[in-house]
T-cell receptor, first 113, second 117 residues
Framework: KQEVTQIPAALSVPEGENLVLNCSFT??????LQWFRQDPGKGLTSLLL?????REQTSGRLNASLDKSSGRSTLYIAASQPGDSATYLC????????????FGKGTKLTVNP | EAGVAQSPRYKIIEKRQSVAFWCNPI?????LYWYQQILGQGPKLLIQ????????DSQLPKDRFSAERLKGVDSTLKIQPAKLEDSAVYLC???????????????FGPGTRLTVL
C-alpha cells in the first residue's frame, strides 16, 4: 500500500528566502508525481507534474525533482514571496489499476513580509 | 477553458440527513474522480469514473455513499444517512482519457465543504 509523507508539516520563512519542501513515498512503482498548492477554503491547483521517467520539472520560481529509486521528491521555491503562503501537497500516481493519486498530508508554508 | 465546476460550495446538515454534491468536469475529460479531504489530511479517493463506468470505488463507504455519472459528463455524489465523521471537503477532479494522455494530470474543482452537526 502506497504511503506518502511530507516533511515538515509546517514551515515559516522570511520573504526572499529559498526553501525546499520534501515528499517521500514507500512504493517506487509510480507513473507520475504531482505537486499541488491549496489555499484556505479552496481547491487544489496543480503546480508541477513529473513523469516517472523524468528527473525534474521547472515552472518559474518552482523546481520539482524526483528520485524514484529512493522514493523521494523535493519542491524548491526560489525567492519566496508572501503570496506563496499556502499548503503544498505532494501526490503520487501508482502503476496498474486506476490512476488514483495518493496524497501526503501537506506542508503549510507561511512567508512573512 | 473553463475548469471543474462543483456545487454547492458549502453545506451544513444534521446527522442522519442526506446530501448530494454535483460536479461538472472539464469539457472532453473522460475520467472523473471524487476525493474526500478531512481537515488536516490529504485528499483520499472515493470513486473514479471512466466515462460513465466505475474504475475504482474500493474506498467508497457503499453503505451510505453512492455516486453516478450519467451520460459520462456530470456526476453526483450522495451521502445517506450522513454521520459526524463525514464532515470534510469533497473534491471533484477530472483528467483526459487514459490512452490519449498517459500523463493523466488531474485538475481539481473548488470543492464542497460539508459540515455534519
Amino acid at each position: 500500500k502506497q504511503e506518502v509523507t511530507q516533511i515538515p508539516a509546517a514551515l515559516s520563512v522570511p520573504e526572499g528566502e529559498n526553501l525546499v519542501l520534501n515528499c517521500s513515498f514507500t512504493d517506487s512503482a509510480i507513473y507520475n508525481l504531482q505537486w499541488f498548492r491549496q489555499d484556505p477554503g479552496k481547491g487544489l491547483t496543480s503546480l508541477l507534474l513529473i513523469q516517472s521517467s523524468q528527473r525534474e520539472q521547472t515552472s518559474g520560481r518552482l523546481n520539482a525533482s524526483l528520485d524514484k529509486s529512493s522514493g523521494r521528491s523535493t519542491l524548491y521555491i526560489a525567492a519566496s514571496q508572501p503570496g506563496d503562503s499556502a499548503t503544498y501537497l505532494c501526490a503520487v500516481g501508482n502503476r496498474g489499476g486506476s490512476e488514483k493519486l495518493v496524497f501526503g498530508k501537506g506542508t503549510k508554508l507561511t512567508v512573512n513580509p | 477553458e473553463a475548469g471543474v465546476a462543483q456545487s454547492p460550495r458549502y453545506k451544513i446538515i444534521e446527522k442522519r440527513q442526506s446530501v448530494a454534491f454535483w460536479c461538472n468536469p472539464i469539457s472532453g475529460h473522460a475520467t472523473l474522480y471524487w476525493y474526500q479531504q478531512i481537515l488536516g489530511q490529504g485528499p483520499k479517493l472515493l470513486i473514479q469514473f471512466q466515462n460513465n463506468g466505475v474504475v475504482d470505488d474500493s474506498q467508497l463507504p457503499k453503505d451510505r455513499f453512492s455516486a453516478e455519472r450519467l451520460k459520462g459528463v456530470d456526476s453526483t455524489l450522495k451521502i445517506q444517512p450522513a454521520k459526524l465523521e463525514d464532515s470534510a471537503v469533497y473534491l471533484c477532479a477530472s483528467s483526459l482519457i487514459r490512452l490519449a494522455a498517459p500523463y493523466n494530470e488531474q485538475f481539481f474543482g473548488p470543492g464542497t465543504r460539508l459540515t455534519v452537526l
